[in-house]
């Protein structure tokens, strides 16, 4: 299975309302990223959170991690329709070249 | 800005063709990867490059070949198209390895086989 599962795998809320997605993984890692993918299109970076940080903030974007746990979150405030697109956790594990993805989070930001 | 560029947005080929998929990136990225998207599947990684003329598999090398004889271009190769290899193709490159840097994707190949 992934490294990286997220939760929910959709999601649909109100403009204005806030969006949290959950990523779980398994092994040790060096950082956990956070990607953007609009529909037909490539993966864009949004935030990278290294092993020994905590929280991060990015504008609208807020990660944290809790590695006792594996896992993290990305919380969207104040969401928009524009921000409508699905969201992938990657996991950059200790040792190897390669990142690896979860699944997806589909996010419906409704106006 | 890292630009990733891949060859063509859409591709139509058929069944038995040998099947050529272009990237290009601008930023002297050591590492490149190619990577094939499906529903419910998430990303998977295909094949990666650490230098020019070097390669490694990744989960899902088979049926696909890869080469890297510039710093800049990482071609990926379909030897005989099926029609199990329809899918989105996605590109990307890292500045280092093992580093805290993130990959920057291109805009991916919707390649259907027919």
């Known amino acids: 299975s992934q490294q990286g599962e997220e939760d929910p795998q959709a999601l649909s809320i109100q403009e204005g309302e806030n969006a949290t997605m959950n990523c779980s993984y398994k092994?040790?890692?060096?950082?956990l990223q956070w990607y953007r993918q609009n529909s037909g299109r490539g993966l864009v970076h949004l935030i990278l959170?290294?092993?020994?940080?905590r929280e991060k903030h990015s504008g609208r974007l807020r990660v944290t991690l809790d590695t006792s746990k594996k896992s993290s979150s990305l919380l969207i405030t104040a969401s928009r329709a524009a921000d409508t697109a699905s969201y992938f956790c990657?996991?950059?594990?200790?040792?190897?070249?390669?990142?690896?993805f979860g699944s997806g989070t589909r996010l419906l930001v409704r106006p | 800005d890292v630009k990733v560029t891949q060859s063509s947005r859409y591709l139509v080929k058929r069944t038995g063709e040998k099947v050529f998929l272009e990237c290009v990136q601008d930023?002297?990225?050591?590492?490149m990867f190619w990577y094939r998207q499906d529903p419910g599947l998430g990303l998977r990684l295909i094949y990666f490059?650490?230098?020019?003329?070097?390669?490694e598999k990744g989960d899902i090398p088979e049926g696909y070949s890869v080469s890297r004889e510039k710093k800049e271009r990482f071609s990926l190769i379909l030897e005989s198209a099926s029609t199990n290899q329809t899918s989105m193709y996605l590109c990307?490159?890292?500045?280092?390895?093992?580093?805290?840097?993130?990959?920057?994707f291109g805009d991916g190949t919707r390649l259907s086989i027919l």
């Open positions: 990307a490159s890292r500045p280092q390895v093992r580093g805290n840097q993130p990959q920057h």
């Open positions: 092994t040790s890692i060096n950082n």
């Open positions: 959170i290294r092993s020994n940080e």
């Open positions: 990657a996991t950059d594990a200790s040792g190897s070249y390669k990142l690896i």
């Open positions: 930023m002297d990225h050591e590492n």
């Open positions: 490059s650490y230098d020019v003329k070097m390669k």
